[in-house]
């Protein structure tokens, strides 16, 4: 498959080929860029086989966002190489709002995160730079602390800027 720097927890990647089926079963079909935008596709014709695309998913399921996402590297972005606290909040909110909705998750790490999502909101009205940087420290414990057994999260690629899940080596 494709490899794209697209980061949305909530979409399922696909080959063009199952996006063509997907069109012919009704579903909505997104193409998914680069500069982490989607596109909503509903003509087969616009199907391009050199594209990643893309479901919304309905459960979150941390070892298929995983499986889905590895590059050539062992490792699945979840940043896109910044270091404004503000976007990484951002980021974090999202992952783990949708962690906190379903799938493999148990429910006291489900609850864990929707107390994280809490925590971040609250941190993102703040003006205080350094409750938004505490706020993300603890949002980087908490991911790593869910991350499927075999994974390890942090700010390992880009010289500490992009921040992915990372294949643990025995």
């Known amino acids: 498959m494709n490899r794209t720097t697209y980061v949305y927890p909530g979409m399922q990647f696909i080959t063009p080929v199952e996006a063509l089926e997907y069109l012919h079963l009704g579903a909505t079909v997104y193409v998914l860029n680069d500069d982490n935008s989607e596109g909503m596709i509903d003509d087969p014709k616009?199907?391009?086989?050199?594209?990643?695309?893309?479901?919304?998913?309905?459960?979150?399921?941390?070892?298929?966002?995983?499986?889905?996402?590895?590059?050539?590297?062992?490792?699945?972005?979840?940043?896109?190489?910044?270091?404004?606290?503000?976007?990484?909040?951002?980021?974090?909110?999202?992952?783990?709002?949708?962690?906190?909705?379903?799938?493999?998750?148990r429910q006291t790490m489900k609850d864990g995160a929707e107390m994280m999502v809490r925590k971040i909101k609250g941190a993102k009205e703040s003006k205080n730079q350094l409750q938004k940087q505490t706020t993300f420290g603890a949002c980087i414990r908490y991911i790593d602390a869910i991350t499927p057994f075999g994974w390890k999260f942090g700010a390992f690629a880009n010289n500490g800027l992009d921040y992915v899940f990372k294949k643990e080596v025995a």
């Open 46 to 105: 616009d199907i391009d086989l050199d594209r990643v695309y893309g479901l919304e998913l309905t459960e979150f399921d941390f070892d298929r966002y995983l499986e889905n996402r590895v590059d050539e590297n062992g490792e699945v972005l979840f940043s896109h190489g910044t270091d404004d606290v503000n976007v990484l909040l951002d980021l974090a909110e999202e992952f783990l709002y949708f962690a906190s909705q379903g799938g493999t998750l």
